[in-house]
T-cell receptor, first 113, second 113 residues
Framework: KQEVTQIPAALSVPEGENLVLNCSFT??????LQWFRQDPGKGLTSLLL?????REQTSGRLNASLDKSSGRSTLYIAASQPGDSATYLC????????????FGKGTRLSVIA | GAGVSQSPRYKVAKRGQDVALRCDPI?????LFWYQQALGQGPEFLTY????????KSGLPSDRFFAERPEGSVSTLKIQRTQQEDSAVYLC???????????FGPGTRLTVT
């Protein structure tokens, strides 16, 4: 059974710092991996989606990498801002096609002004 | 355009009551997923529809949980005889046939007292 782990569970950094969030998964046979952002009381906003054949994806200050063979992904946030404060969730899609996502528990990020 | 909407946003139920949670997917999206997110946890899969067909209900925790999507659009998740352990945020996601990327609604926070 696929399991997704995110480290750290919580992180507090001063504004302007670069930071890395980690995600690991037990079964490397994944179709793709997705990073989401969740604000309190809100749904999930997709940040980046990496296909299994890709190594990384970038969007603005965000960069996500994928090492499928070792079962790891990282989300890099450059020049963090207070508005980045949220919970970041990592999810893998185990198979091709429209299958359910398997989520980690998330990393709760606080960026202090 | 309009995203995924869910109603009600908040629901308080007394133990033993039945509740019905509604999801309006993005127009034209053929697939619809329900997830349950307990406090401090990542979302966990409940059930999945493709059009009106329920293709996977392996995540439903008990036979008190029932989901339907009779016309292949709006879906309802029903929980009978609610228990305290049912307290969670219930998230709905829809996706189009071609990208499989899931778009999430804001969720319904259910509190059972």
């Amino acid at each position: 059974k696929q399991e997704v782990t995110q480290i750290p569970a919580a992180l507090s950094v001063p504004e302007g710092e670069n930071l890395v969030l980690n995600c690991s998964f037990t079964d490397s046979a994944i179709y793709n991996l997705q990073w989401f952002r969740q604000d309190p009381g809100k749904g999930l906003t997709s940040l980046l989606l990496i296909q299994s054949s890709q190594r990384e994806q970038t969007s603005g200050r965000l960069n996500a990498s994928l090492d499928k063979s070792s079962g790891r992904s990282t989300l890099y946030i450059a020049a963090s801002q207070p508005g980045d404060s949220a919970t970041y969730l990592c999810a893998v899609r185990p198979n091709s096609g429209n299958t359910p996502l398997v989520f980690g528990k998330g990393t709760r990020l606080s960026v202090i002004a | 355009g309009a995203g995924v909407s869910q109603s009600p946003r908040y629901k308080v139920a007394k133990r033993g009551q039945d509740v019905a949670l509604r999801c309006d997917p993005i127009s034209g999206h053929v697939s619809l997923f329900w997830y349950q997110q307990a406090l401090g946890q990542g979302p966990e899969f409940l059930t999945y529809f493709q059009n009106e067909a329920q293709l996977d209900k392996s995540g439903l925790p008990s036979d008190r949980f029932f989901a339907e999507r009779p016309e292949g659009s709006v879906s309802t998740l029903k929980i009978q005889r609610t228990q305290q352990e049912d307290s969670a945020v219930y998230l709905c996601a829809s996706s189009p046939a071609y990208t499989y990327e899931q778009y999430f609604g804001p969720g319904t926070r259910l509190t059972v007292t």
